[in-house]
């Protein structure tokens, strides 16, 4: 299992084939994925099982994010090369309802830009969210990302914010 960070609050990490249930079940909650494309409980499954072959491709995926005291679930985070814009990795998270407002999110987004640096010669990070989630987008803010104009896809508009190699 390879670890992508850890500090006295949260551990990233690859998923462990066992904690299916963990992912999928954080996807149940209407709060939580109020800003999300519906996906049925078959899709995570399958987004789960993506995740673990893509770990064996590396560098990018859906990792878990663990309480660093005690192992407690937090939610996951991605990391992978945008679909809208060739050369740009995509950052993302998804955290259960009781870590919201705690800082991690925006710690979290922080810890991928730089992996993402790391990790590749991408001279941009980016991440997207629904224009009404007023909350993510303070977090990319927090985090670092300057938003730029909406991005435009066939099936709406999305808030789009950037973050430029140093």
Aim: charged share 30%; proline share 2%; hydrophobic share 35%.
């Amino acid at each position: 299992m390879c670890i992508l960070h850890q500090d006295q609050n949260f551990m990233i990490r690859e998923f462990l084939p066992e904690e299916r249930n963990l992912f999928c079940d954080l996807f149940e909650d209407e709060e939580v994925t109020e800003y999300l494309s519906y996906r049925s409980p078959e899709q995570y499954t399958e987004m789960f099982e993506i995740a673990l072959e893509d770990y064996l491709k590396g560098p990018f995926g859906r990792f878990g994010i663990f309480n660093s005291e005690n192992n407690d679930f937090i939610g996951m985070c991605l990391a992978r090369n945008f679909s809208d814009v060739p050369g740009q990795i995509e950052i993302g998270y998804t955290l259960r309802k009781k870590y919201w407002g705690k800082g991690i999110a925006t710690e979290v987004s922080r810890t991928l830009v730089k992996y993402c640096f790391l990790k590749t010669e991408t001279k941009e990070v980016v991440a997207v969210t629904d224009l009404n989630n007023m909350g993510s987008q303070k977090v990319l803010e927090k985090a670092g990302f300057n938003r730029t104009e909406n991005l435009q896809r066939t099936d709406g508009e999305l808030a789009y914010y950037v973050v430029k190699r140093s």
